[in-house]
């Protein structure tokens, strides 16, 4: 439980924007110095311009998270500036639906590039200079936050790749926290799951590689449909979620939800395993749902 951040560092991916950009905004106003990474220069120069005025001490890298020598680049650079890093929240996430045969290797490399690889470089970078400034001083606390979602614990239909990418999050997440335990007691870890929130992952292809977006099919442009509605519609801003993240880690809180009604869902899948039935209709909540989209792809 890390309860003072005064002069603390934190490093953020996916900071130019949604719960990155929130992150850092707290992590600003508790006096924290700030690693911002983004692939987005323009956005990540925006952000960097606004914490400074906070009066944040920062280092700005632009990093494709899913390049692993872009991820040990920024490590490098923030031991040099900060030493290691208090908090990390590896949080860059990109966004892809569709039904799940019909996603081409690209979108396959591309999305378990970000959301997987991404955090799996994070750990790998960060976690080791943080045991190592813990082995050297009794009193030092670090953290890890990655950023998983509500798509890592239930499996929503047409949106297969988004959810193998989130779901491995989870376990590596799981696994860190109780890797870590075995090791140490002074650095420990949390993943995040949102449900719906307006951060602007769903439209997160603005960032795909150049070269590299298909012409979707049906089902993708359903699938984005849907989650620009549902993501647009959300109620809980990331803002909000932003301070639940710092409100669990000063708790040590593991699972951080946005949406804690949401859980019913999971529980239901939970079921689903422990009664070995087949899994429940995801739509039996909201049937009308279920019914338009099975029209929209039968094209009925």
Not at 156 to 179: F, I
């Amino acid at each position: 439980m890390i309860t003072d951040f005064k002069g603390k560092t934190a490093v953020l991916t996916g900071a130019g924007s949604g719960f990155g950009l929130e992150c850092a905004r707290i992590g600003a106003r508790l006096g924290m110095n700030l690693v911002l990474a983004d692939v987005q220069q323009d956005a990540l120069d925006r952000a960097t311009v606004e914490m400074q005025k906070e009066g944040a001490q920062v280092l700005a890298m632009r990093v494709d998270v899913s390049k692993a020598e872009q991820v040990e680049a920024l490590g490098a650079a923030t031991l040099a500036r900060f030493g290691a890093p208090h908090f990390v929240f590896n949080n860059a996430g990109v966004g892809a639906g569709g039904l799940v045969w019909e996603n081409s290797a690209k979108d396959w490399e591309w999305v378990l590039g970000v959301n997987l690889m991404g955090v799996v470089h994070g750990v790998r970078v960060f976690t080791p200079m943080m045991l190592e400034a813990a082995a050297k001083d009794p009193a030092w606390r670090g953290h890890i936050v990655n950023t998983a979602s509500m798509a890592g614990l239930v499996n929503a239909p047409n949106m297969g790749v988004y959810n193998v990418s989130k779901h491995a999050v989870v376990a590596l997440s799981e696994t860190l926290y109780q890797d870590l335990a075995l090791v140490t007691d002074q650095v420990s870890a949390s993943v995040l799951c949102p449900f719906f929130v307006p951060t602007g992952i769903s439209q997160s292809h603005r960032n795909r590689p150049a070269g590299d977006a298909p012409t979707p099919t049906r089902s993708q442009l359903i699938g984005q449909a849907m989650t620009d509605k549902a993501v647009g519609s959300g109620k809980v801003t990331a803002a909000e979620v932003a301070q639940k993240v710092f409100d669990a880690l000063s708790a040590g809180q593991f699972y951080i939800y946005s949406h804690p009604k949401a859980i019913g869902s999971v529980q239901t899948r939970m079921e689903d395993v422990l009664m070995a039935r087949n899994p429940t209709d995801p739509f039996a909540h909201k049937p009308e749902l279920g019914v338009e989209l099975k029209k929209a792809l039968r094209g009925g």
